[in-house]
Nanobody, 124 residues
Framework: QVQLVESGGGLVQAGGSLRLSCAASGRTFRYYALGWFRQAPGKEREFVGV????????FYADSVKGRFSISRDNAKNTVYLQMNSLKPEDTAIYYC?????????????????WGQGTQVTVSS
């Protein structure tokens, strides 16, 4: 089993930046990708980005492309989500998770081992 812990959230003004961390422990050698999702009040959990371990390819949701970037530190078993040019609509709880199977889609239902989330609030 993999345990994931997110950190780095906070309150920031529009246009500002934050860097979130997702630290993994446990059977980390068994997961092949890691996804970032977010959930705003009253809305469904939505895909933000995913990094694949093999080859390191990264995909982003259109809503964050060009503003957010994902990176990883293999030695620390940690994945980062750098968020720049933040907008009030980025306000949400941000989660990381791993795919439940190899033929996963970018829907939250295809991911598991969710962390507890970290709150990001962007003021206008």
């Amino acid at each position: 089993q993999v345990q994931l812990v997110e950190s780095g959230g906070g309150l920031v003004q529009a246009g500002g930046s934050l860097r979130l961390s997702c630290a993994a422990s446990g059977r980390t050698f068994r997961y092949y990708a890691l996804g970032w999702f977010r959930q705003a009040p009253g809305k469904e959990r939505e895909f933000v980005g995913v990094i694949r371990w093999s080859g390191g390819s990264i995909f982003y949701a259109d809503s964050v492309k060009g503003r957010f970037s994902i990176s990883r530190d293999n030695a620390k078993n940690t994945v980062y989500l750098q968020m720049n040019s933040l907008k009030p609509e980025d306000t949400a709880i941000y989660y990381c998770a791993i795919p439940a199977r190899t033929d996963y889609t970018l829907k939250a239902a295809d991911f598991h081992s969710w962390g507890q989330g970290t709150q990001v609030t962007v003021s206008s």
